[in-house]
């Protein structure tokens, strides 16, 4: 049987009709990489970006609390609640208040300044004053803060300042920062000494006089009774 041109042309268009498409590269969908897991966070950083907490940030590193804190961020299920003081608190200090602290009380101050645990501003109103910081128990102090106010006002005493919480740097579990516009200086090393006791008054002319006749009087009497006791005890032999 003969082939016919008619029958070539049939059997090359079922071929071609069974063909795949031709793949495109620019048309393939693309495959987004998986997010890797979150970092650390960086709560220096957080105040830096802020760019008016130089000196509360020098603290941080000097006293080590820094290093701390991104510790306990890492490992503790509790969080934690930070109150930044601006450059302007630390400006407003009495010329020396800072120096005359030791290296220790330095260490104070700045964990005064962290509670060990993340606070919304609205539970900060529900707390049992005084709240404990990460200062408390240091050299058996109390170290404690009180909070009050009322709708979206609070305010944190330290029982030697008061001051208003501002503003949220950050507020996102596991971390709070807030700033503070005055140091919060704790009553444990700012506050009011109690009076040393006074010395007793001084004697009179008479009562040293009378003094000096009574230990006269002491000294006869003893002597006295050891003639007595003598006497007695040639007597017996």
């Known amino acids: 049987m003969a082939w016919h041109p008619n029958q070539t042309s049939k059997y090359l268009s079922v071929e071609l009709f069974l063909l795949p498409p031709p793949l495109h590269p620019h048309t393939q969908a693309q ?46 299920t509790e969080g934690l609640t930070v109150f930044a003081p601006t450059d302007n608190a630390f400006t407003s200090l009495k010329a020396g208040t800072l120096n005359n602290l030791t290296t220790q009380q330095q260490v104070d101050l700045v964990l005064y300044h962290v509670l060990p645990k993340y606070y919304t501003l609205a539970s900060l109103l529900t707390v049992s004053n005084p709240v404990r ?51 919060l200086l704790p009553n444990d090393l700012f506050g009011a000494k109690a009076p040393a006791s ?37 007597s017996w032999d």
Do not use: C, W
């Open 31 to 76: 495959t987004a990489p998986a997010p890797g897991p979150a970092g650390p966070l960086n709560f220096t950083g957080i105040l830096d970006k802020n760019g008016q907490y130089t000196t509360f940030i020098r603290l941080l590193i000097q006293t080590q609390v820094a290093s701390q804190i991104t510790n306990q961020l890492n490992s503790s």
């Open 133 to 183: 910081t990460q200062a408390t128990g240091q050299d058996g102090g109390a170290y404690g803060l009180n909070f009050t106010g009322s709708g979206n006002q609070v305010n944190v005493s330290s029982g030697v300042v008061e001051t208003p919480i501002n503003n949220a740097l950050r507020q996102q579990f596991p971390l709070a920062v807030y700033q503070v516009d005055k140091v």
């Open 198 to 234: 006074a010395p007793p008054p001084a004697k009179t002319p008479h009562q040293e006089a009378q003094t000096k006749r009574q230990q006269r009087l002491g000294r006869h009497l003893i002597i006295l009774m050891l003639v007595r006791l003598r006497a007695m005890r040639v």
